[in-house]
């Protein structure tokens, strides 16, 4: 199985950043893509981002020029970053690190104005 562990979530003005990181550990070598998704309040789960075991991304469009998905490939986990840059309040939700089938504990960001 593989584990994921989350960090780096917390609370910043508008126009701040923050960078969200998730390591998977466990039977790394099962995983391909990896992802974030959010949650607002009162509102359905969304995809952030996206990135294959080559490093192809895919940005949801509310997002894109402001967020950068990347992703460290070691020997014994897999680490994935989400930067987030210029931030708004409606960016405030949890967000999940995934693999597509595993998923993180969730991290709270919240964007005050």
């Known amino acids: 199985q593989v584990q994921l562990v989350e960090s780096g979530g917390g609370l910043v003005q508008a126009g701040g950043s923050l960078r969200l990181s998730c390591v998977a550990s466990?039977?790394?070598?099962?995983?391909?893509?990896m992802g974030w998704h959010r949650q607002a309040p009162g509102k359905q789960r969304e995809l952030v981002a996206t990135?294959?075991?080559?490093?192809?991304?895919?940005?949801a469009d509310s997002v894109k020029g402001r967020f950068t998905i990347a992703r460290d490939n070691a020997k014994n986990t897999v680490t994935v970053y989400l930067q987030m840059n210029s931030l708004k309040s409606e960016d405030t939700a949890v967000y999940y690190c995934t693999t597509g089938v595993r998923w993180g504990q969730g991290s709270q960001v919240t964007v005050s104005s």
């Open positions: 466990g039977s790394i070598w099962s995983i391909n893509a």
């Open positions: 990135i294959s075991r080559s490093g192809s991304t895919n940005y």
